[in-house]
């Protein structure tokens, strides 16, 4: 590990945009930003209730998880075509690279586009042939995880499986989103259990509004592997104990945070506490074009706003490491870049 002592608290900012990092939440459709938006939509000639960019971006003032969700489901409405998803991915992707976003494992929600007639076919394949693209281009490491919306039905999600199932090679794993308060992981139990016989990796959103009964039931119901946000947890000490011993990686959205009002200010996040406390935290930027910013932003606001210094972000960034579905070998070639950029910082 590098002497992480020796880092000049004026470099810090500069290390946190170069170290490299994995993004391990991050919905593909909170990446279209309003200037896509409007694009699709005279492209797919598409009716949007907004007059300009401007006036979309006026409304991207939410006060919970549903005021978001609203506006988030309605922006998703111009995607139709397998070049639209393609788009949407590349724009993002190449974010991510500019980010030293080295691995990105990203979340879709194809119910959003089936229910509006769009094929699963249409959906994956777009997003697929991006990822593809992004590893001989971007050199950004990237795979997807199918999402299922947790305000429909189990059944609905079963449908939805059954339909993604012929692009089985696509995606590596599932996850849970949607509005989370009473919609418990355990009304998707059966479905997960499916997932987790077919070998997908299993996340999901448990925790960001929700108490952390939803938590434990994400982890002792479901079996995921990582949990998305968590950070009601500091709530339960028991649970933090369990989150802990058991290096549980939690997704954590800081500016998500801030934008639906999981927390007042940027500056009382708890991610310093998540960190004391021994668990494996990282930093993702959730739907950065409605949240003010992409990877770096999050990490260079929450460190100017909590204090967090060089060791807080080596540690954050090696948990994403430690997180990512990837085999040993990756693992340690990305963490040996993470040394490496550290010791040019010492
Ligand atoms: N929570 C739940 N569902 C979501 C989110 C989120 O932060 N972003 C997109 N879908
Ligand atoms: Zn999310």
Redesign the pocket.
């Known amino acids: 590990m590098p002497n992480l002592h020796s880092v000049e608290p004026a470099l810090l900012p500069e290390l946190l945009k170069r170290m490299p990092k994995a993004e391990l ?1 991050i ?1 593909i ?2 990446s279209l930003e309003p200037e896509l938006i409007f694009a699709l939509a005279r492209r797919n000639e598409v009716a949007i209730p907004y007059a300009s960019v401007e006036e979309l971006r006026r409304a991207y003032a939410f006060t919970d ?1 549903q005021s ?2 609203d506006i ?1 489901y309605a922006g998703a409405s111009v995607l139709l075509h397998e070049q639209d998803f393609f788009d949407m991915a590349w724009a993002y992707l190449q974010r991510a690279a500019h980010d030293n976003v080295a691995r990105a494992e990203i ?1 879709f ?1 194809p119910q959003t586009h089936t229910a509006r007639g769009v094929t699963m076919e249409t959906v994956v394949t777009g997003l697929h042939r991006a990822c593809a693209a992004a590893a001989t281009q971007l050199g950004v490491d990237a795979e997807l995880i199918l ?1 299922f ?2 305000h429909l039905s189990e059944e609905d999600a079963f449908a939805t499986l059954e339909q993604a199932l012929p692009h089985r090679d696509k995606f590596i794993g599932v996850g849970l ?4 308060v009473g919609h418990p992981p355990e009304k998707f139990a059966r479905v997960f259990a499916r997932c987790r016989e077919l070998g997908l990796h299993l996340v999901a ?1 448990a925790g ?2 929700g108490p952390p009964a939803y938590v434990w039931s994400a982890l002792d119901v479901l079996q995921v592997e990582r949990v ?2 968590g950070v009601q947890s500091v709530q339960d000490p028991a649970l933090m104990q369990r989150l802990a011993e058991e290096r549980v990686p939690l997704t954590v ?1 800081p500016l ?1 945070n801030l934008k ?1 009002c999981v927390f007042d200010r940027l500056e009382s996040h708890n991610l310093p506490q998540l960190l004391e406390a021994g668990l494996c935290a990282t930093v993702n930027s ?2 950065p074009a ?1 949240f003010g910013g992409y990877l770096n932003d999050n990490f260079l606001q929450v460190f100017a706003a909590t204090g967090m210094r060089a060791e807080h972000a080596y540690q954050l960034a090696r948990n994403s490491f430690e997180a990512a579905f990837i085999d040993e070998a990756a693992r340690t070639k990305y963490i040996g870049q993470l040394d490496k950029t550290f010791a040019s910082f010492s």
């Open positions: 939440h919905h459709e909170g998880l978001f969700l988030y979340f929600d999402c919306l947790r989103d949607s509005s989370e959103h960001e509004e998305d946000h959205c998500s639906l959730d739907d409605y």
